[in-house]
């Protein structure tokens, strides 16, 4: 059993950064692989980003890519997304999520187990 906390969302202009949390509580948190996902009103839940147990192994949605950075530290048992350069597009609430085992990395939100409450992101123009 994994739950999740998701931190770190707020307002921000075009062109700012943020740095999202996603702490876990378990003792094997470090056996799952990570995802990060967004969901803007009345469009379905997107796939951002996802890391394996070990951080060594990445994968962005090609949106992203560049301009968000996941990356994890196992002995905090959280997650982070660094998101730069952002966009009005961007504006959605954004979730971390868990999958076991780590690998393969998976991209589909019905592929993750544990799900954390959400974070509202809004960037303004």
């Known amino acids: 059993q994994v739950q999740l906390v998701e931190s770190g969302g707020g307002l921000v202009q075009a062109g700012g950064s943020l740095r999202l949390s996603c702490v876990a509580s378990?003792?094997?948190?470090?056996?799952?692989?990570i995802g990060w996902f967004r969901q803007a009103p009345g469009k379905e839940r997107e796939f951002l980003a996802a890391?394996?147990?070990?951080?060594?192994?990445?994968y962005y949605e090609d949106s992203v890519k560049g301009r968000f950075t996941i990356s994890r530290d196992n002995a905090e048992n959280t997650v982070y997304l660094q998101m730069n350069s952002l966009k009005p597009e961007d504006t959605a609430v954004y979730y971390c999520?868990?999958?076991?085992?780590?690998?393969?990395?998976?991209?589909?939100?019905?592929?993750?187990?544990?799900w954390g409450q959400g974070t509202q992101v809004t960037v303004s123009s």
């Open positions: 890391i394996n147990w070990s951080g060594g192994i990445t």
């Open positions: 378990g003792r094997t948190f470090s056996s799952y692989a």
């Open positions: 999520a868990a999958a076991y085992p780590s690998m393969p990395i998976r991209l589909k939100y019905d592929q993750y187990d544990y």
